[in-house]
Nanobody, 116 residues
Framework: QVQLVESGGGLVQAGGSLRLSCVAS????????MAWYRQAPGKQRELVAV???????TYVDSVKGRFTISRDNTKNTVFLQMNNLKPEDTAVYYC??????????WGQGTQVTVSS
């Protein structure tokens, strides 16, 4: 049974940093690509960053140079280091596999709020 538990969100001023964590269970984590998504109020969920099993990474243009995705396979955990946060980064952040749809299982997410 797949389970995803996100944590690390909070309220931060613009320019600040947060580190999100996601512990995954229920599949072979070390050979599974993982991703971070976010959903702002009134908007569709957006794919933010992806890390493959080989640790290759990709990012949406709006976070390039500010966010870093990483993983620790010994702990079945994927991280998202977010620096120089902007108010437009405010959203609920979720982790999941890169091809996930709304019909798949999703964790509860973690709220990130950036004040100006």
């Amino acid at each position: 049974q797949v389970q995803l538990v996100e944590s690390g969100g909070g309220l931060v001023q613009a320019g600040g940093s947060l580190r999100l964590s996601c512990v995954a269970s229920g599949y072979f984590f070390s050979i599974t690509a993982m991703a971070w998504y976010r959903q702002a109020p009134g908007k569709q969920r957006e794919l933010v960053a992806v890390i493959t099993s080989g640790r290759s990474t990709t990012y949406v243009d709006s976070v390039k140079g500010r966010f870093t995705i990483s993983r620790d396979n010994t702990k079945n955990t994927v991280f998202l280091q977010m620096n120089n946060l902007k108010p437009e980064d405010t959203a609920v952040y979720y982790c999941n596999r890169p091809e996930s749809t709304r019909y798949d299982y999703w964790g509860q997410g973690t709220q990130v709020t950036v004040s100006s």
